[in-house]
T-cell receptor, first 114, second 114 residues
Framework: KQEVTQIPAALSVPEGENLVLNCSFT??????LQWFRQDPGKGLTSLLL?????REQTSGRLNASLDKSSGRSTLYIAASQPGDSATYLC?????????????FGKGTLLTVNP | DVKVTQSSRYLVKRTGEKVFLECVQD?????MFWYRQDPGLGLRLIYF???????EKGDIPEGYSVSREKKERFSLILESASTNQTSMYLC?????????????FGDGTRLSIL
């Protein structure tokens, strides 16, 4: 059974700092990995999706990497801003079988202090 | 932009009531999903649908049913609501049958069962 772990559970940084969020998964037979952002009381906003054949994806100040063989992904946020404060979730889609299902980590709560 | 709309942001119902949660997407997506999100447990898949009138159970289908009569609409039904179904419910949709496209989420419905 796939398990997804996100470390740390919470992170507090000063504005302007570069930071890395970590995601690990136990079964490397994945189709893709998706990073989401969730603001308090809201739904999820898709940030980046990395296919299993890719190594990284970039969008603005965000860069996500994937090392499928070691079961790890990182989300790098450059020059953090208070508006980046949110919970960040990663999710993997299994390959084979019912490949629609996403397995989520429990998230990292990020606070960027002005 | 993809728009996934959930009919209610907040809902309060009583034990034993039949409860309907509605979700509509405007991008002609084949796949639609219902998740619940609970503190400490993360997001868990209840049901998903890959076509009109087609559905598959997720990880926690007990006490729930779904209906997909039209491609754009996916309903979650609590047959006889119980207090342990108090939760945040999130609907999502994605394009295509290959599983490579990202899932897009609505803003969620916070449901309280009294």
């Amino acid at each position: 059974k796939q398990e997804v772990t996100q470390i740390p559970a919470a992170l507090s940084v000063p504005e302007g700092e570069n930071l890395v969020l970590n995601c690990s998964f136990t079964d490397s037979a994945i189709y893709n990995l998706q990073w989401f952002r969730q603001d308090p009381g809201k739904g999820l906003t898709s940030l980046l999706l990395i296919q299993s054949s890719q190594r990284e994806q970039t969008s603005g100040r965000l860069n996500a990497s994937l090392d499928k063989s070691s079961g790890r992904s990182t989300l790098y946020i450059a020059a953090s801003q208070p508006g980046d404060s949110a919970t960040y979730l990663c999710a993997v889609r299994q390959s084979g079988g019912s490949n629609y299902k996403l397995t989520f980590g429990k998230g990292t709560l990020l606070t960027v202090n002005p | 932009d993809v728009k996934v709309t959930q009919s209610s942001r907040y809902l309060v119902k009583r034990t034993g009531e039949k409860v309907f949660l509605e979700c509509v997407q405007d991008m002609d997506h084949e796949n639609m999903f219902w998740y619940r999100q609970d503190p400490g447990l993360g997001l868990r898949l209840i049901y998903f649908s890959y076509d009109v009138k087609m559905k598959e159970k997720g990880d926690i289908p007990e006490g729930y049913s779904v209906s997909r009569e039209k491609k754009e609409r996916f309903s979650l039904i609590l047959e006889s609501a119980s207090t342990n179904q108090t939760s945040m419910y999130l609907c999502a949709s994605s394009l295509g049958l290959t599983g490579i496209q990202p899932q897009h989420f609505g803003d969620g419905t916070r449901l309280s069962i009294l």
